[in-house]
């Protein structure tokens, strides 16, 4: 199956100066219709940046993005993203690419009523439609909205959050998109909410064969649904590969660390695994592999894997079909 997005190089820093530290390095990644890939990391890996700077929603100035290649195939034709055309940037979102962002308070504008929101996505994406009202109606109650009719009078504050999060679909797909970013969609829900928002997103990209780029911290939410994992740190991607090989066979440290990091249920006598430190600033990424001053592993290496660790930026090497990892001391390979 041909891919729907491929992004190849995608680098991303703020600032007008000529020496602006990169906040994303070299991403490169792809999806193709009907799947859904997991972008995974700690809170300022470069997530949403990355998703964001897709279709130029990042503020320029003063942000800076350059990339080899950012390609969106629709109908056998091909859209560059690359391109500062913001009219065919406009185009794209919404009717090809839609966003779930993370908090739906304030993404919902507080003064208009839902319907209303609603409609304005209608109407510049698909004009043809005639009914405005009855496909509200009908986008309300695809996301399990119940009294729909009622519901579309409504302001964003009369609504809970999970009801909300609902509402913030629905806009998605009033585009009818081919490919969904939810970033962190189940943010500030409790447990019960998150994972009806979850089987929500499942059940609509089956029916409508849509892909969806889910951005996540959380390795048990997307262990649910994933077809592929990246894992990001630093801005970069550190590994990738089917959800099976990421999470049952990690070969990043970095990976292995926040597997650990999951609690068990039930396992009261064990001590929670923690990751040391915090993830560096663009200012400080060390020169070499960026999670080398936070490796558990890095100590119990040969001192001269060690030293290219701290020096050396490790290049991808492919562990296994489509299962790609940048790491200079991989378990089971030689070096």
């Known amino acids: ?14 600032s007008s100066g000529q020496n602006a530290p990169e906040v994303v390095s070299g991403v490169s990644f792809h999806i193709k219709p009907g799947e859904i890939l997991a972008l995974v990391g700690e809170s300022g890996c470069g997530k949403s940046a990355s ?11 003063p942000a800076i993005r350059r990339a080899e290649s950012i390609t969106f195939y629709s109908n056998g034709k091909s859209i560059d993203l690359t391109t500062g055309n913001q009219r065919r ?29 609603i409609e304005e ?33 409504a302001y964003p504050h009369e609504l809970s959050g999970g009801m909300q999060q609902r509402v913030m679909i629905a806009m998605a ?12 969609p189940t943010t500030a829900l409790d447990v019960t909410v998150q994972a009806q928002i979850l089987e929500l997103l499942d059940n609509l990209r089956r029916q409508r064969q849509m892909a969806v780029i889910l951005i996540s911290h959380n390795l048990g939410v997307v262990s649910r ?34 597997i650990a990091a999951i ?3 039930g396992n009261r006598a064990a001590k929670l695994n923690t990751i040391p430190g915090m993830v560096p600033t663009p200012e400080n990424f060390p020169a070499g592999c960026r999670f080398s001053s936070r490796c558990n592993e890095l100590c119990r290496q040969e001192e001269n894997i ?30």
Do not use: W
Request: glycine content about 6%.
């Open 1 to 14: 199956m041909n891919n729907l997005l491929e992004v190849k190089n995608l680098s991303i820093s703020f």
């Open 51 to 61: 998703c964001l700077a897709l279709t130029g929603l990042l503020p320029s100035p």
């Open 89 to 117: 940037l406009r185009q794209v979102r919404g009717g090809h690419i839609a966003y779930i962002f993370q908090e739906p308070t304030a993404s919902l504008n507080p003064v208009m009523r839902i319907g209303a929101q």
């Open 121 to 153: 996505v209608l109407k510049l994406h698909r004009p043809e439609i005639r009914d405005c009202k009855k496909e509200i109606i009908s986008l309300l109650k695809q996301v399990g909205i119940t009294s729909a009719e009622n519901r579309i009078n």
């Open 173 to 184: 797909l009033a585009g009818d998109p081919e490919l969904l970013i939810a970033d962190e």
């Open 225 to 258: 649904l994933a077809d592929r994992i990246a894992v990001m740190y630093a801005g970069k991607i550190v590994e990738s590969g089917s959800a099976g090989d990421v999470l049952f066979s990690p070969r990043h440290p970095y990976t292995r660390a926040l």
């Open 263 to 265: 609690p068990v249920l």
């Open 306 to 335: 060690a030293a290219l660790c701290r020096s050396v930026s490790p290049e991808e090497t492919a562990v296994s079909d489509g299962h790609i990892v940048c790491c200079h001391c991989i378990p089971g390979e030689n070096k």
